[in-house]
Each structure stands twice: as C-alpha cells, then as structure tokens.
C-alpha cells in the first residue's frame, strides 16, 4: 500500500482536442498541459481559498485483489476488463466529496487517464470490482469513453489509483471531460492517497 501527499493544482485548464481514431489521445499541446498539471499533482503542490497553501494530508488506499504490487490480468484487457476492488481511509474533516484517478505511472510525456470517479459520497469507503458507488459519476477518460479503461501494456508497466478528498462535489454530470474533471478536482483537493500497481501482460 503506497500513499502520496495531499493536493493538487489548481491553474489553468488544459483544452481537451479531440483524439486521432488510433488511440483517440489528446493533441500534443493539450497533452503538455496536462503532463504539467499532474507534475504538480506528484508534487503534491495545491492551494485553497484566496491562493493559501494546502497543508499536505495523507489517505490510505489499498486492494485485497492485488498481491505484492501486481495488478491480476482479471482487470485488464487481457481478463474481465472491469475495474479493481478499493478501500481508503483517512478523509480530513470537510470532506464534501471523493474522486478515484487511475493513471499511468510509465507515460514519457502526455498523462494518460483510464479512470476518473468522482462525486463519490464521503461515507463510502470502498469501491467493488465492476461496480461504482452510488451516487458516484464517471467523466471521460483518455480513450474518450466514459467508465473504465482496462489497460493493456504489451511489456511490465506501472499504473497509479489516486483517492482524493475533495472539499465540495463536483459541479459536473457524468460523462464530463476529461479536462473539466481534472480542473474541478484540482479546485477542490485537500488530501490524496496513492496506490502504486504493475502489469505484467
């Protein structure tokens, strides 16, 4: 079980270009963008209010379905395609909200997102296999569809699960984009948790 610092950034949003039929992914601009904002993400850089600093806080979040860092071939497109069993805890007091990010650990460049969930109830601490929440919403993601997208590496690969506590819901439908997603959570962060995985095919 791995977990990071809390926040993210919260800055200019990146415009998401419609994907190119082989792999539908974001154009190269928008892609730098983004690439910026999850650095700042990693870095764990966020602010609140009127520009003050976010004091860094710490979710945990694990899976009893992975074994020793590996993600089963079950949730990939090699198996069922559906998304993984997770818990989290350690939501800091004014957790209006949570959202769930899978990302890839491995990208060079451009941030590729499998799966964003979010407006998940604060009371809720884990999320099925194959199954959301109640209540919770699904944006887009890199592939341009809406749910999860079981990822399908052809060598060893490492993925991230990110929970974020957020200090108000979403203000967005499912089906959002992916880039009006990643702002509005970055808006809204006070802590996250990170689940580190990999995939050997």
């Known amino acids: 079980m791995t977990s990071g610092q809390g926040g993210i950034h919260r800055g200019r949003s990146p415009r998401r270009q419609p994907h190119r039929p082989a792999g539908r992914r974001l154009s190269r601009c928008a892609a730098v963008v983004l690439a910026l904002a999850v650095a700042l993400v990693v870095a764990g ?10 004091a860094p806080r710490t979710m945990s979040l694990s899976s009893e379905a992975f ?16 998304n993984p069993p997770l818990d989290w805890s350690g939501a800091p007091a004014g957790t209006r ?14 941030p590729y997102i499998y799966w964003i969930v979010f407006n998940i109830s604060p009371a809720t601490r884990d999320i099925q296999a194959g199954r959301l929440p109640p209540g ?42 992916l880039t009006a997603a990643w702002s509005a959570i970055a808006e809204h962060a006070l802590a996250r948790g990170r689940l580190q995985v990999t995939v050997d095919p």
């Open 45 to 54: 850089c966020g602010q609140a209010g009127q520009g003050a600093p976010v």
């Open 67 to 82: 074994s020793q860092g590996i993600l089963p071939q079950r949730y990939t497109c090699h198996g069922d395609r559906v």
């Open 97 to 110: 909200a949570l959202a769930l990010v899978m990302d890839d650990a491995d990208a060079p460049i451009s």
């Open 136 to 177: 919770a919403q699904v944006a887009d993601n890199s592939k341009g569809t809406v749910g999860y997208s079981p990822p399908c590496p052809a060598h060893g690969h490492q993925y991230r699960f990110n929970i974020y506590a957020l200090n108000a819901p979403l203000q967005l439908k499912g089906g959002a984009s």
